[in-house]
């Protein structure tokens, strides 16, 4: 007879195809989940990688969206730039500027010098 009830009794002798410190004992799991289970799961699964995709998509058409906007106000520059500089030509032209009031109150040189080099 036993002195303890729950003793066990354990071999000494080791299988050889299991190493040290290596549990010789396979567990059972405790909840056993039906094909219908696993079809919900999987069906779940697909469904939340479903999502990650579309959300990484949206990022990529929120990014397309901003480039395209910066591309427009590039343009807009660029022709806000053309028309400054046919501006500044038509304030510069040489009838503008002979026609101005400073230019009026010019006179001619009596003499011209120029320096020998």
Do not use: W
């Not at 806000?80 to 001619?108: C, F, G, H, P, Q």
Request: charged share 25%; hydrophobic share 35%.
């Amino acid at each position: 007879m036993r002195k303890y009830p729950n003793e066990t009794n354990f071999c000494a002798r080791r299988a050889s195809s299991y190493g040290r410190n290596q549990n010789t004992v396979r567990f059972a799991p405790a909840i056993k989940l039906g094909p219908v289970t696993h079809t919900i799961f999987i069906a779940l699964v697909i469904t939340v990688l479903g999502l990650i995709y579309l959300t990484q998509a949206a990022k990529i058409t929120g990014y397309d969206y901003e480039s395209e906007k910066i591309d427009q106000e590039i343009s807009r520059l660029t022709d806000e730039k053309e028309d400054i500089e046919v501006e500044n030509a038509r304030l510069t032209a040489l009838s503008t500027v002979s026609s101005s009031e400073v230019a009026s109150e010019m006179v001619e040189p009596s003499t011209v010098g120029y320096v020998n080099q």
